[in-house]
Nanobody
C-alpha cells in the first residue's frame, strides 16, 4: 500500500498548481488532501468518494481548489488556483477503504509522504 504525492513547488500568489497522488496496493474508497503549515495542525483541504459523486472542501479551498480522481489510474488530483501565501504548507494525500468522505485526519488510514507547496507574495 503506497500513496505517492507530487506536483508541489514554488509559485507566486495568484498562480496555480496541480497536485497528483498515485495510489497502489489496493482500491480505495474515499481519498482526500490535507495540509500542514509550520507550527500548525494538519487540516482538511478536500476529499472525494470513489464514484466521484460526492466531494467536500474546506472553506479555505472552496471556489479555488478542485479535487478529482481517475480510478483507472488510481490517482487523485488537486487543482489549486488563485493561490495565496496562506496556502503554503506540506500537502498530504490520504485514503481510506470506507466510501464515505472523512474530514479529519483520524478518518484516514493510508497517507502519502507529502509535497511542499510554497506561495510567495
Amino acid at each position: 500500500v503506497q500513496l505517492q504525492a507530487s506536483g508541489g513547488g514554488l509559485v507566486q500568489a495568484g498562480g496555480s498548481l496541480r497536485l497528483s497522488c498515485a495510489a497502489s496496493g489496493r482500491t480505495y474508497g474515499a481519498m482526500g488532501w490535507f495540509r500542514q503549515a509550520p507550527g500548525k495542525e494538519r487540516e482538511f483541504v478536500a476529499a472525494i468518494t470513489y464514484l466521484r459523486i460526492t466531494t467536500a472542501y474546506a472553506d479555505a479551498a472552496k471556489g479555488r481548489f478542485t479535487i478529482s480522481r481517475d480510478n483507472a489510474k488510481n490517482t487523485v488530483y488537486l487543482q489549486m488556483n488563485s493561490l495565496k501565501p496562506e496556502d503554503t504548507a506540506v500537502y498530504y494525500c490520504a485514503a481510506r477503504v470506507l466510501v464515505e468522505i472523512g474530514e479529519v485526519p483520524s478518518d484516514y488510514y493510508y497517507w502519502g509522504r507529502g509535497t511542499l507547496v510554497t506561495v510567495s507574495s
